[in-house]
């Protein structure tokens, strides 16, 4: 007997499938087809309420009042820095009360300042070019400070806050989705903006209570834009 003999006989004489097997088959089937839709379903609607909800927080996340002390706005950014008291040579222009932790001035003039990480700090034979965290020009991966340029309007749209005891506003840095802008209106109409290139270890509020400690003097000038 060969193979294919001694499985027949261990399988029996074939079957004919009955009415009632094809319709249990057809049953199982529309049932696991139900549960499939319904799981999609199910899955769509909750992806939908978690984007309205995440819509609602986003745009009211800072409001337009001042955010509480230590305050983190989970829904946009999470705070991994601390701001502290600064402690350097002050810089042209500009007063600063706090900086982030780990951070120092690499460039000042009475124009702008720009922050960065204190670990690019006296490293010799770094080529600018290459990183533009060493080159004292570029705002990339920073913080800059300054007054708007003598061509520029007024704010973007963003989020309205409370800077100290002045207006301002919180805005999506342009081609930069992850960082901001704060603009702050200052008693002769001018604003002053820090730019932050990115979260930074920051979050919206302590980038809001950064800038409430920025102060301009009367050497500050603006640029030409």
Known sequence: MDLRDQLDSIAGPAVAPTAADADADLARGRRALRR?????TLGGSAFAA?????????????????PGPGAT??????????????????PKGFVLDKVPDGWFVQADDDSSIVLAPSRI???PGVDPSQDP???PRSFEGKIAVMLQSRDQGGPPAGTEV??????????KTADNDSGRTLWV????????????????GLSHEQMVDFG??????????????
């Open 133 to 135: 965290l060493y080159d």
């Open 212 to 225: 409430a400690g920025v102060h301009v003097t009367k050497a500050a000038k603006q640029g030409a834009g």
């Open 73 to 90: 706005n989970s829904t946009t950014n999470v705070s991994t820095t601390q701001l502290v008291s600064y402690k350097g040579k002050q």
């Open 50 to 66: 978690a984007a309205v909800v995440a819509a609602f927080v986003f745009t009211t996340g800072l409001g337009g009042g001042v």
């Open 185 to 200: 209106e200052q008693p002769s109409g001018v604003y002053l903006q820090i730019q932050f290139w990115a979260d930074l």
């Open 36 to 40: 499939r839709r319904t799981a999609q």
């Open 121 to 123: 700090k006296g490293k």
């Open 162 to 171: 409370k800077v100290g005891d002045r207006d301002g506003v919180l805005a």
